[in-house]
């Protein structure tokens, strides 16, 4: 493959990393925002089913970053060795800072899901006195 060639998919899987990213950033805020909203209205059934989803989609989005960020590492090492001028980032400090983020917000977002199950628990033992 030319630099040029390299150089362009390596702006595709790029582009790809970042939308993702997005897209679960957008996700697990969405998902702090209803909890927090709709609060101890939602049913217990109903907050394993939307952690489930959450789960999963969070579980497809790692799995799709880890195929792109491989795919970044390659085609970085690639250009490398052609000797290119063309600026790459340290890929690998901004994989790990993505992964810790990607931990963390799904943590805090299930957390925040089940917050008010467990608020609620301690009113229900407050009013029975105990």
């Known amino acids: 493959m030319t630099e040029f060639e390299l150089i362009s998919i390596l702006k595709e899987t790029s582009d790809g990393i970042a939308q993702d990213f997005e897209f679960f950033l957008t996700g697990t805020f969405a998902l702090i925002i209803v909890s927090y909203t709709v609060g101890e209205r939602l049913g217990r059934a109903a907050r394993i089913a939307i952690t ?9 989005l790692l ?3 880890q195929g792109q960020t491989t795919q970044a590492l390659f ?10 001028n063309y600026p790459t980032l340290d890929i690998v400090v ?11 917000g799904t943590l ?14 301690k009113k229900e033992d407050d009013k029975h006195g105990t």
Do not use: C, H, N, Q
């Open 108 to 121: 805090v977002a299930v957390y925040s899901l089940f917050k008010p199950v467990v608020i609620s628990g």
């Open 75 to 84: 085609i970085t090492s690639a250009l490398r060795e052609m000797k290119s």
């Open 63 to 65: 799995v799709r970053y």
């Open 94 to 104: 901004l994989m790990w800072s993505r992964r810790f983020i990607f931990v963390a």
């Open 52 to 60: 489930g989803l959450y789960l999963a989609m969070v579980a497809l």
